[in-house]
């Protein structure tokens, strides 16, 4: 009886040991040599033969155990092909955990806000050119293809103003057409279904407030005086006052492929429809990618009397004056030229 008392209490104490011994050096984090850089697991490669890559590599250090729980829990075996960055410390639990998921690697896109569907065609051909080397003119070509946003825009003629900024992250072989239609979902998947009732409330369609939105983004980089700019450009919508955005008339430069970056004074003279000193109302259509902030300024302005304004040159943060006389944005601007004049001089 002692002895089967003795075997009893010899097999809990074995057991128990190798159960916490397999626990702690699955658990265990370990620091390897490799945390900067990509580690390739073959697509058909057998579990055995992963984790002796992973072992050669050094970022499993208990191979022994890790083999045992695999045999243990053969449903956890299944490990996947993929280009993996394995973080220093790790421990072979969070190496499995990451390898079941699988993951290639992949590269940032990153699109600024303010950019046009030029700037972005240039950026993506450069980044991600297909297999069969894409130009950016063929880039552009695929941006006027407006089946994307037919359900947000009927009347768009390419994907300007549809294409969100933001930060990307896509595989290396990304294609083109992919890239686009990623930053198009995006789009819409910011806009927010209540955002359809704003812009009814205040007498505007989906295609006038991404127009806005896209003046205001080239406006105003200052979050917190969006709304601002917004009410100016309402205020002049209402009393017929030309808009007056030099950004339309960058937007036309870029169109008709001549932007040096200057505005030249043939390019504020030109009879052009973006040209809204010109014109009366909004420009035909968006002339960038405006940001969810953006958007939000459009389809809340802020109630002003304000139809002007002029870059804040005592703050010099991108921030403006806001004026409701011509008399007082005769001031503001000319304190504004002489402030650029001691720059240029300088």
């Given at each position: 009886?002692?002895?089967?008392?003795?075997?009893?209490?010899?097999?809990?104490?074995?057991?128990?040991?190798?159960?916490?011994?397999?626990?702690?050096?699955?658990?265990?984090?370990?620091?390897?040599?490799?945390?900067?850089?990509?580690?390739?697991?073959?697509?058909?490669?057998?579990?055995?033969?992963?984790?002796?890559?992973?072992?050669?590599?050094?970022?499993?250090?208990?191979?022994?155990?890790?083999?045992i729980?695999?045999?243990?829990?053969?449903?956890?075996?299944?490990?996947e092909?993929?280009?993996?960055?394995?973080?220093?410390?790790i421990?072979?639990?969070?190496v499995?955990?990451?390898?079941?998921?699988?993951?290639?690697?992949?590269?940032?896109?990153?699109?600024?806000?303010?950019?046009?569907?030029?700037?972005?065609?240039?950026?993506?051909?450069?980044?991600?050119?297909?297999?069969?080397?894409?130009?950016?003119?063929?880039?552009?070509?695929?941006?006027?293809?407006?089946?994307?946003?037919?359900?947000?825009?009927?009347?768009?003629?390419?994907?300007?103003?549809?294409?969100?900024?933001?930060?990307?992250?896509?595989?290396?072989?990304?294609?083109?057409?992919?890239?686009?239609?990623?930053?198009?979902?995006?789009?819409?998947?910011?806009?927010?279904?209540?955002?359809?009732?704003?812009?009814?409330?205040?007498?505007?369609?989906k295609?006038?407030?991404?127009?806005?939105?896209?003046?205001?983004?080239?406006?105003?980089?200052?979050?917190?005086?969006?709304?601002?700019?917004?009410?100016?450009?309402?205020?002049?919508?209402?009393?017929?006052?030309?808009?007056?955005?030099?950004?339309?008339?960058?937007?036309?430069?870029k169109?008709?492929?001549?932007?040096?970056?200057?505005?030249?004074?043939?390019?504020?003279?030109?009879?052009?429809?973006?040209?809204?000193?010109?014109?009366?109302?909004?420009?035909?259509?968006?002339?960038?990618s405006?940001?969810?902030?953006?958007?939000?300024?459009?389809?809340?302005?802020?109630?002003?009397?304000?139809?002007?304004?002029?870059?804040?040159?005592?703050?010099?943060?991108?921030?403006?004056?806001?004026?409701?006389?011509?008399?007082?944005?005769?001031?503001?601007?000319?304190?504004?030229?002489?402030?650029?004049?001691?720059?240029?001089?300088?």
């Amino acid at each position: 009886m002692k002895f089967i008392h003795r075997l009893f209490l010899y097999t809990v104490l074995v057991t128990g040991g190798f159960a916490f011994w397999l626990y702690s050096s699955l658990h265990s984090p370990a620091v390897h040599p490799h945390a900067e850089q990509y580690i390739t697991i073959e697509q058909g490669m057998a579990s055995y033969r992963i984790l002796e890559l992973l072992e050669e590599q050094q970022v499993i250090q208990e191979p022994l155990a890790t083999k045992i729980y695999l045999r243990l829990f053969p449903e956890n075996a299944k490990l996947e092909a993929g280009d993996y960055v394995f973080p220093s410390p790790i421990s072979p639990m969070e190496v499995l955990n990451l390898l079941k998921n699988g993951k290639r690697r992949t590269k940032a896109l990153t699109i600024p806000e303010g950019w046009t569907r030029f700037e972005i065609a240039k950026r993506v051909a450069n980044q991600f050119p297909g297999e069969t080397q894409v130009s950016e003119k063929e880039v552009l070509k695929m941006m006027d293809d407006v089946r994307l946003i037919r359900d947000l825009d009927p009347k768009a003629n390419n994907l300007e103003g549809y294409l969100y900024p933001t930060t990307y992250q896509f595989e290396l072989d990304e294609d083109p057409q992919s890239v686009i239609n990623k930053m198009v979902r995006q789009f819409k998947s910011i806009w927010q279904p209540e955002w359809d009732d704003l812009a009814k409330k205040i007498g505007k369609s989906k295609r006038e407030i991404v127009i806005i939105a896209s003046l205001i983004e080239n406006e105003s980089k200052v979050d917190a005086e969006r709304k601002l700019v917004a009410s100016v450009i309402y205020n002049r919508l209402e009393r017929g006052i030309p808009l007056g955005i030099d950004a339309t008339n960058v937007y036309i430069a870029k169109l008709l492929g001549r932007w040096d970056g200057v505005i030249h004074k043939s390019d504020v003279e030109i009879d052009h429809p973006y040209n809204t000193r010109k014109v009366y109302g909004l420009p035909p259509g968006p002339i960038s990618s405006a940001s969810k902030s953006a958007i939000e300024a459009a389809l809340n302005p802020a109630k002003t009397d304000y139809l002007y304004y002029v870059l804040n040159v005592e703050k010099n943060d991108g921030s403006h004056h806001f004026y409701a006389t011509a008399s007082g944005f005769s001031k503001g601007k000319a304190a504004y030229q002489r402030w650029l004049a001691r720059q240029r001089g300088g």
